[in-house]
């Protein structure tokens, strides 16, 4: 499958076959890919909780009640379903444990490359903490980032996702523990195969022209 055909055939499943599992070459597959999304100066402000038996989507369910109670059925029908959650701080071990992994990698090949990413990166936690006082949505953009590179993993896999805001996000972080790991739960994302009584399956794709969104310069 082309690039450009998983995006034309990728929709938001309303309806899964609880009865299809993803094989697990294919969701080992997608985890890789999730755990080697960008990042802003390869940040990392995040944590994923991954859901792959009734008794894991069951306490993720707990927060689709009431108001949410529409994604319940998304939750516990799908075969996996993933917590992205962002970090609550972006701490001074944090830091430390990228460019530890960053050096062990083999990212500095030149003196001085280790200081210098160690500041620069430094210098946009505290643009971000000091002067725009906007680091919490910051980090919460980058788990976007790692959302939307799983979505497409999945769409050239012929694996259908629900990408979901609708839970109790206090409910979700007390039931995980995630605030005592110091991370909040930001957007769920349920993935398997589309039942039968799915309606969207059916329905056209429809995106606004070209020539209403984009400005060629």
């Given at each position: 499958?082309?690039?450009?055909?998983?995006?034309?055939?990728?929709?938001?499943?309303?309806a899964y076959d609880p009865s299809r599992?993803?094989?697990q070459a294919k969701i080992d597959e997608l985890i890789e890919a999730l755990r080697l999304s960008p990042s802003s100066v390869n940040s990392q402000p995040?944590?994923?909780?991954?859901?792959?038996?009734?008794?894991?989507?069951?306490?993720?369910?707990?927060?689709?009640?009431?108001?949410?109670?529409?994604?319940?059925?998304?939750?516990?029908?799908?075969?996996?379903?993933?917590v992205f959650a962002a970090a609550t701080d972006m701490t001074a071990a944090h830091l430390e444990r990228i460019l530890e992994q960053e050096d062990g990698d083999g990212r500095f090949r030149?003196?001085?490359?280790?200081?210098?990413?160690?500041?620069?990166?430094?210098?946009?936690?505290?643009?971000?903490?000091?002067e725009q006082k906007d680091l919490q949505h910051w980090m919460e953009k980058q788990v976007y980032l790692a959302l939307g590179t799983v979505m497409l993993g999945a769409a050239t896999l012929g694996i259908d996702?629900?990408?979901?805001?609708?839970?109790?996000?206090?409910?979700l972080d007390a039931e995980l523990g995630?605030?005592?790991r110091g991370y909040t739960s930001v957007?769920?994302?349920?993935?398997?195969?589309?039942?039968?009584?799915?309606?969207n399956?059916?329905?056209p794709k429809s995106r606004l022209p070209r020539s209403d969104v984009m400005t060629f310069i």
């Open positions: 499958m082309t690039y450009l055909t998983a995006i034309q055939n990728r929709y938001t499943t309303k599992r993803i094989p995040w944590h994923f909780v991954i859901a792959s038996d009734d008794a894991g989507k069951a306490r993720i369910a707990k927060a689709a009640q009431g108001t949410f109670g529409y994604n319940a059925s998304k939750i516990m029908d799908a075969s996996h379903v993933i030149i003196e001085g490359a280790k200081e210098g990413q160690r500041k620069g990166r430094q210098s946009f936690v505290d643009l971000h903490r000091y996702t629900t990408p979901m805001e609708g839970f109790d996000f206090r409910l995630l605030r005592e957007v769920l994302l349920s993935l398997g195969y589309h039942a039968e009584k799915d309606f399956v059916r329905l």
